[in-house]
């Protein structure tokens, strides 16, 4: 059986686990990071080769904290010499003009960079995309493409770097309470003890923290990776391609230019189906689920066939708001969780990561954190 005594013990080797122990490595701690499979996997949130990065945002505290999130991807570039980031701008759509106004309003007071246009704007600027006259669409310049598999990658190479250990295929099974300053973790390999435990478990955060006393309210999503092939009259056009977000209700989608797979560009609904992540295969995304994608891709994409090439899946972890949960255990201090990424959180993680490191260490975090607050859900779930 294993043991030993740590500092703190991050749980997840997730994008959001592994920012976090960087961090609090950097910070010359003795840090464990656990994770149940063996590593890389793609059982999670955090696999694949792209994430898109942007500073839109609807809410102007996200937008605020992609600045750093920006230098931080840098930083890390330099770090390890490894290209992270490429520069493919964004169209963020929508049929509602307040929203797109006040998503340039609120880039536009951050002195970032960013364009509102017509529908006939767009669809003259991008043949690829387009825009029926009752919608119109917010350009951010410098949203583009994280290498995701690098960066995880990267920021796990620079944890050990700093000293850091990685235990992969050791689930945790137990998390005890002892004090305010010590917490017991038992693993299928042993129990270790630590000053704190941090939790970024990922799809498997709501079955998890019940038994912390925690019963939030978090959906674990199984959603759809489509990608689909570019017709070869505008893959010949060789030209650098956006992202585009879709934020309408109706047809809350995203879409990235080929990268991960040549001539395919990755289109998907935001959102999927409820499912247990130990189980996710006995549940299938609704045939209506492709069939509306389908539809909505023939209106909205004529650069590619109307068809997927290829589908992969992939998990959320919603919550009501789509705001994360970045907050300490309401009864246990030292038990510090980050969940609820809802489909948008790894262009953030290096602020994650700093922020749950800050609480672990007893600093004050430098954002305010109510929007990420445990307590913002009713008093009655927990
Ligand atoms: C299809 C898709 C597209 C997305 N697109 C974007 C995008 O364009 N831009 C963006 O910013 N974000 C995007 N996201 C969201 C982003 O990828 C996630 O928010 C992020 O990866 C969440 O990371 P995580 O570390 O919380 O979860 P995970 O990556 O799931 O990590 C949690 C880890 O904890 C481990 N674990 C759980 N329980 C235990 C245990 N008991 N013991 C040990 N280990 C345990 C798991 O095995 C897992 O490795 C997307 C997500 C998906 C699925």
Known sequence: MLSGKYEYVVVGAGIEGSATAYQLAKKGA????????????????????????????????????MNEAYSDWQELEKETGTKIYMKTGLVMISENLNVTESVAKILNSLNMKSELLTANQVNGKYPGVFLSDNETAVIDTDAGILKADKALRCLQEMFVRNGGEIRDQEPVRRII????????????????????????????????????????????????????????????MGAVWPCTVNISAEEHSYSLPPDEYEDLMKICWHGGVASDPDDRDRVSPAESHIDGLIKYVRRRFPCVEPKPSIMETCM??????????????????????????????FKLAPVVGRILADLALGKKPSYPLEPFSIARFTKSRL
């Open 316 to 345: 959320y972890t919603c919550t009501p708001d789509e705001s994360f949960i970045l907050d300490r255990h309401p009864k246990h201090k030292n038990i510090i969780i980050g969940a609820g990424f809802s489909g948008t959180g």
């Open 177 to 236: 309470p002892e004090s305010d300053t010590s917490v017991m973790i038992e693993t299928s390999h042993g129990t270790y003890r630590s000053n704190s435990a941090i939790l970024c478990l990922g799809p498997w955060a709501p079955k998890f923290l019940k038994s912390l006393g925690l019963n939030l309210p978090l959906e674990s999503v199984k959603t759809t990776v489509c990608f689909w092939r570019m017709k070869p009259e505008f893959s010949r």
């Open 30 to 65: 003795k840090v464990l990071l656990l994770e149940q499979f063996p590593l890389p996997h793609n059982r999670g949130s955090s696999h694949g080769a792209s994430r898109m990065i942007r500073r839109a945002y609807e809410e102007d505290y996200f937008c605020e904290m």
